[in-house]
Every structure is written in C-alpha cells, then in structure tokens.
C-alpha cells in the first residue's frame, strides 16, 4: 500500500534528517529517485525548488509536495506525517532529557559531533543540485562540452547576488525571470 511506504520512508528521513530541511534532501531524494523510482532528478529538484519557494519548512514543504505527485491529497497527508511524527516523539523525549541532564558532558559532546555530519549532508545535496544545473545530469564524471551556459549564468550571478546580501524573494523572483528569458532563447 502506497501510503504506508509513504509514510514510513518519511518517517525514517524524518528520524535521521538532524540538521533541518536541506539535510533532509539528500535522504528524499534516495528513497523517491534512487530506491523506489517514484520521480526523476529533474522532478525532484523542480519539487525542491518549490518547497524553498513556499512558506514553512523545506522538509516538510517536500514531503508533501512529494506525497502529492506520487499518491495524490492521501499521499501528501501520509509523507508530511511521516516526515514529522519522529520530531514529535524524539522533541518530547530530548526536551525532557535535556532539560533534566542538560550539562553532561557526553550530551554536549553528541550534540557537537552531529554538526560535521550535517554540514556533510548539506553539501552532498548542494553538489548534486550543481551538477544538476549546470550539467543537466548527476552523474559523474561530466563533460565540459555539455555545459547549460544559462544555468551556469543563473547559478553565478545568484551566487552574486547571496554575496551581496541580496533578499530571499528578489533572488528567487529574477533567477525565476532571467531562467524564462534564458529558456527563450533556448540557453537553458
């Protein structure tokens, strides 16, 4: 039954995902693209695409929004609840465990090891999404012949813009404009 696998693949990405919604898609996008199929890496990047678009959180933002495409309303109400009924139960548990026994040490020291590994899969996923962009492909090794010039213009000149401080929604707003300009020209 789809939304029992929905609902537990979110839920282990849900357990693991520490660190927030950008760790999360590289564990999303093992299940849906890798493991059972369910989108492509294009599908999958236009959906993460959208779920940093819209309000809220990205992981939760996904999860729906990858319930939906695969399994329709009863999808998305499966992933989403799968995706947070771990950081329900383990808030509750860690809150009261934390508030009691805090100052260990061994806590601090857990706590401390987990940022690498999220800084880890963080980039894991930035990298996947580059080669993405600027190759239109994942795999590795690429080809320099086969670079999208216009997307490797967008992600420059975003990058840019990020370093200059530029707000979240005027980035996003003419990266969409130049992306449609660049598609029109057939440079993307």
Not at 14 to 42: E, K, R
Not at 64 to 89: D, E, L, M, Y
Not at 162 to 181: A, D, E, N, Q
Request: hydrophobic share 55%; glycine share 14%; with cysteine.
């Amino acid at each position: 039954m789809i939304y029992l696998t929905l609902f537990w693949e979110f839920a282990k990405i849900g357990l693991f995902c520490v660190g927030g919604g950008y760790a999360s898609m590289p564990l999303i996008q093992a299940a849906v693209v890798d493991t059972y199929g369910w989108l492509s890496m294009s599908n999958f990047v236009n959906i993460f695409t959208i779920s940093q678009m819209t309000p809220g959180p990205i992981g939760i933002n996904a999860a729906t929004f990858v319930g939906t495409k695969i399994a329709g309303v009863p999808g998305a109400i499966a992933a989403t609840f799968g995706f947070v009924f771990p950081s329900i139960i383990l808030g509750i548990v860690l809150a009261r465990l934390f508030l009691k026994y805090g100052n260990i040490g061994p806590i601090r020291g857990v706590l401390n090891g987990l940022r690498p590994a999220v800084v880890a899969l963080i980039c894991t996923a930035s990298i996947s999404f580059i080669f993405l962009a600027v190759w239109n492909t994942e795999d590795i090794p690429v080809h320099w012949g086969d670079i999208s010039w216009g997307g490797l213009a967008v992600l420059l000149l975003s990058l840019f813009a990020v370093r200059r401080k530029t707000g979240v929604i005027r980035l996003l707003l003419g990266s969409g404009i130049l992306g449609i300009i660049l598609g029109m020209l057939g440079w993307i």
